[in-house]
């Protein structure tokens, strides 16, 4: 796996753009000619919109939701906005899964779910803005720009300006 080294939730200052490029820089060698974006919405969705943009690629990136998927949807219900879009074929295709954060790896897991409800992929990657740490499931990014810790009690969310720049908020205590 290839990430910088950690950063500590005190003195936490993320520049996202910058995360961006290293992303950007690191997922270039994992792309193949028949290789396939998809991202987790929304964070991952905005990262593989950009990237497809920035890497000059034709074909429109997928969108996965975890909603249906989801061990705690109980709780959390399902989000309007958040639906599962591709369109390409999964059977026998090269997937880079791009999300914001991996934190738990929860999310990944309801996300391959609901991939395989539309196939099955010859391969799946991913490649991810943040690494947090704090895995609860056996799940690794094949490419982080960045390490960081945070407190269990605190969030990093990802946001997107009008004009498409990201930034990163630290939610909770």
């Known amino acids: 796996m290839n990430t910088p080294p950690a950063a500590r939730a005190s003195s936490l200052v ?4 910058a995360l961006y490029r290293e992303l950007l820089r690191g997922v ?3 792309l193949s000619a028949g290789t396939r974006l998809a991202g987790i919405a929304s964070g991952g969705a905005w990262l593989a919109e950009r990237l497809r943009q920035d890497l000059g ?4 990136p997928g969108i996965l939701s975890s909603a249906l998927h989801r061990d705690d949807f ?3 219900g399902m989000a309007v906005a958040a639906q599962t879009r591709l369109s390409f074929d999964v059977n026998g295709a090269d997937i880079l899964l791009l999300d914001d954060v991996l934190y738990t790896g929860r999310t990944i897991r309801a996300v391959l779910n609901e991939l395989f409800d539309f196939g ?25 720009a960045a390490r960081v810790a945070l407190p269990a009690a605190q969030q990093l969310a990802l946001a997107r ?3 498409g720049s990201f930034s990163f908020r630290v939610e909770g205590q």
């Open 120 to 144: 099955r992929p010859a391969s799946v990657r991913l490649a991810v803005l943040v690494d947090r740490g704090g895995r609860e499931l056996p799940v690794a990014a094949d490419f982080a």
């Open 161 to 163: 300006d009008a004009g």
């Open 14 to 17: 993320l520049d996202a753009e």
């Open 74 to 76: 109980a709780q959390r």
């Open 57 to 60: 690629l034709q074909d429109a």
């Open 28 to 30: 270039r060698p994992m």
